[in-house]
């Protein structure tokens, strides 16, 4: 360190001796660069000035080649990849619903954003048009469809009333805890009822519990009953105890796929005052 420290120093003084040689020449070179170099810079700022706004418009046509959207401004550029991404992957039907809504602005619509994201948007709007039109489905009240079969302990299974006697439409109206329902059906348990979906259907609603027309007193009803939602023989829903006092149960069950559905109504060991309703029952399906 110490000595090659000493050694700089006299490099330094070499510099000082070239100094005064070319000292006449420099003089003539001063004037000549001070009269040059102020140009120069003059000249680098007039193109630096001239070029800045020619680069800013580079990138605006380069904006404007692919959007076509008016206004040069780089904001535009970003738009159309956005929905370009969003409809390209148009699988998922999330996506495909805001095209369908579009659906018939979806020609003139992509023109627009810009050339690639037009091509890609009106390929998955044509496509999607179906698939929502598939998913389309409607309730229907399961009292209004036909029983493919049917077994119940107490005269046949009413519609739209309580399973009254063993008579045919010797019912009331159905109600559970004081909660009437227009639609739904009386049965007795044991009780079991299949509909034919044929997989046309996505979900089963009720609201079940024991009929009041066997009375509210604990001591002469003892009805106790378990509902049950079976598709395709696989239990999809099964109840906890239902007692006459219970308020009614909500039970919402997917069946997507579902060929045969049946309703069951368990009496968990004894018939006594088993009236049971599936009340406001429904299925949504597929027209
Ligand atoms: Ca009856
Ligand atoms: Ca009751
Ligand atoms: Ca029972």
Same mark, same amino acid.
């Given at each position: 360190m110490g000595p090659e420290g000493s050694r700089r120093r006299p490099r330094g003084a070499r510099g000082t001796r070239r100094a005064p040689a070319p000292a006449a020449d420099t003089t003539q070179l001063r004037s000549l660069a001070l009269g040059v170099v102020p140009l120069a810079l003059f000249g680098l700022v007039v193109a630096l000035v001239m070029f800045y706004p020619s680069g800013g418009g580079d990138a605006g046509d380069e904006g404007t080649g692919p959007g076509a959207a008016g206004p040069p401004d780089a904001g535009v550029t970003p738009e159309p990849l956005p929905t370009a991404d969003l409809f390209?992957?148009?699988?998922?039907?999330?996506?495909?619903?805001?095209?369908?809504? $579009? +659906?018939? #602005?979806?020609?003139? !619509?992509?023109?627009?954003?810009?050339?690639? %994201?037009?091509?890609?948007a009106a390929g998955t709007s044509v496509s999607g048009r179906p698939r929502t039109a598939a998913v389309q489905q409607v309730s229907r009240p399961v009292s209004a469809l036909p029983f493919r079969r049917v077994s119940n302990f107490w005269g046949p299974v009413e519609r739209d009333s309580s399973n009254g006697e063993d008579r045919a439409g010797d019912g009331e109206t159905l109600e559970i805890e004081g909660r009437r329902f227009g639609s739904g059906l009386g049965v007795h348990a044991p009780s079991e009822v299949e509909l034919d979906l044929a997989g046309h259907c996505s979900a089963f609603t009720?609201? $079940? +519990?024991? #009929?009041?027309?066997? !009375?509210?007193?604990?001591?002469?009803?003892? %009805?106790?009953?378990?509902?049950?939602?079976?598709?395709?023989?696989?239990?999809?829903?099964?109840?906890?105890?239902?007692?006459?006092?219970?308020?009614?149960?909500p039970v919402s069950v997917g069946v997507a796929g579902v060929r045969i559905l049946t309703l069951r109504v368990d009496d968990l060991g004894s018939t006594k005052n088993d009236h049971a309703d599936w009340a406001a029952a429904t299925l949504r399906c597929t027209p």
């Open positions: 390209v992957p148009g699988t998922t039907t999330p996506p495909t619903l805001p095209p369908d809504t $579009v +659906g018939g #602005d979806g020609p003139p !619509g992509p023109a627009g954003p810009g050339g690639p %994201g037009g091509a890609g009720a609201q $079940v +519990g024991l #009929d009041d027309e066997e !009375g509210e007193d604990s001591r002469e009803n003892v %009805g106790a009953v378990a509902f049950a939602v079976i598709g395709d023989g696989r239990l999809l829903y099964r109840s906890p105890t239902v007692r006459p006092d219970d308020d009614p149960l």
